[in-house]
Structure formats: structure tokens, C-alpha cells
């Protein structure tokens, strides 16, 4: 099945930035959209990003409208989020996903997840 690998995570002031990536591997034809979600301790993980790889479009949460930005490299095997303007209250363990249909931000819609990178901002 498809795998994902998050890295870039890791700590940092309020106001800094941060760019997460995330390698796919295995079965990358059988996926069309990919989306970063988040989940912070206590919270239900929530839809951050996401994006159309065969065409570029993409969709965000209203908290992150921006300040963050989902793209792709040309090869189409690696996701980037980049995060500016980051606030404490963006703390979460990041997770890249994918799926066959629709570029949505509901995670129950998603397949493949990876196993997640932890991003945490001081104030």
C-alpha cells in the first residue's frame, strides 16, 4: 500500500516558521489528492491542508488561510506544508495523508496515513 513519511518537525517560537515534508512511496498511482491534518493532545484531529496532485488545487482550514501553504514537488512524491506566522496554538503532531477521490478535509475520507511529525510553538 502507499506509504508516507513525515519529517520536519520540531520546535519553535511564536511568529517563526516551519516547513513539514512528506515522501510517498509504493502505489503512488492510486492517489490523487494528499492532505495534512493535526491533532493537538485531548482534540479530534482536524483538517489543516489539502491538495489535488494531478492539478495543483488545493484547499484550506479557515485557522491556517494565510499563513500556511500545501505544495508539491514536480515529481509529485513529496508534500510540503510551510507554515508561517506559527501561534501556540498550532501545537499538534502533524500527519500527511492520501486518498484516491476529493480534495476534502474530513479524515475519516483518507486511506493512507503517515506515522506523524510533532511541531510545537512557544509563545
Known amino acids: 500500500q502507499v506509504q508516507l513519511v513525515e519529517s520536519g518537525g520540531g520546535s519553535v517560537q511564536a511568529g517563526g516558521s516551519l516547513r513539514l515534508s512528506c515522501a510517498a512511496s509504493?502505489?503512488?498511482?492510486?492517489?490523487?489528492?494528499m492532505a495534512w491534518f493535526r491533532q493537538a493532545p485531548g482534540k479530534e484531529r482536524e483538517g489543516v491542508a489539502c491538495?489535488?496532485?494531478?492539478?495543483?488545487?488545493?484547499g484550506y482550514a479557515d485557522s491556517v488561510k494565510g499563513r500556511f501553504t500545501i505544495s508539491q514537488d514536480n515529481a509529485k512524491t513529496t508534500l510540503y506544508l510551510q507554515m508561517n506566522s506559527l501561534k501556540p496554538e498550532d501545537t499538534a503532531m502533524y500527519y500527511c495523508?492520501?486518498?484516491?477521490?476529493?480534495?476534502?478535509?474530513?479524515?475519516?475520507?483518507?486511506?493512507?496515513w503517515g506515522q506523524g511529525t510533532q511541531v510545537t510553538v512557544s509563545s
Open positions: 495523508a492520501a486518498r484516491r477521490d476529493g480534495c476534502g478535509l474530513n479524515p475519516n475520507a483518507y486511506n493512507y
Open positions: 491538495i489535488y496532485t494531478g492539478g495543483g488545487n488545493t
Open positions: 509504493r502505489y503512488t498511482y492510486s492517489i490523487a489528492y
